[in-house]
Every structure is written in structure tokens, then in C-alpha cells.
């Protein structure tokens, strides 16, 4: 039958794609920032901007390799939480506004997981849309 195999794992393994995630991380020093937290049913994406509004660092349950139902989980939602806290630490980061967008279930992990790292929050705000009326119904039918 052939010989056996024994491969081992090291620890880079182990962990969700955390260190190709984090080798590209902006060069720009930033003390004060925006983290964004879109969470939907389905995934749950964090990013880190300056006060202007510009990108520098961004994850997703989905680009960390999580797949289907997973990716929509808290747990999903804190290792993304826990990634862009290290790249903020990288940059220097110490203060950040959050703004909250979407109904899913990683809103509040992704915030927890990310000041776990260090950071203090001034303000947190929900920007979720809300529907109040929807579409103007239809003409009732003439015949």
C-alpha cells in the first residue's frame, strides 16, 4: 500500500490565514480613525479609515477563508475584528469612532474583538438604513 505520511503542523497553519492577511498593511502613521462594521446575515466586513474617510486597512469573514453559514457567525466576525486590530496597531492607531451598519449577528464581536487589542472608542453610531413606507402601492384594477 505505500509508506505513510507524517506531515506536521506548525503554527502559522493552525491560524486562519492571519499572517498573509497581515503583511499588507498601509505605511501611513495614524493615531485617531473610523472603523467601519458592515454585518449582514451572510458575512460580516470591517474597515479601518483615516478621519477623512480614506481606506487603510480592511477584512473580511470571507477573505479569512471562512465559507457558507460560517461566515456569518460572531466567531467569523471576531477573528476579522482581531486582524484589523493588529494592522491598526501596526500604524500606530490609538483612538477610532465606530460606525455600525447592517442586522447580522458579528456586529457586536467585531467591535469587542477589536478594542480587545487596545484601542479606546469615543463614539459608536448605527447607520443601518430603516424603511418607513416602502413603495407607493398599486392603482386598484378597473374592469
Known sequence: MGKKRIVKKSETDNKRAKGASTI??????????????QSTYNNTKVMLTDKKGELVAWSSSGSLGFRGAKKGTPYAAAQVGEIVGDKAKIMGLTEVDVVVKGIGAGRESAI???????????SIKDVTPIPHNGPKAKKPRKV
Open 112 to 122: 469587542r474583538a477589536f478594542v480587545g487589542k487596545g484601542f479606546k472608542i469615543n
Open 24 to 37: 499588507k498593511v498601509s505605511r501611513k502613521r495614524l493615531d485617531k480613525g473610523i472603523l467601519h462594521v
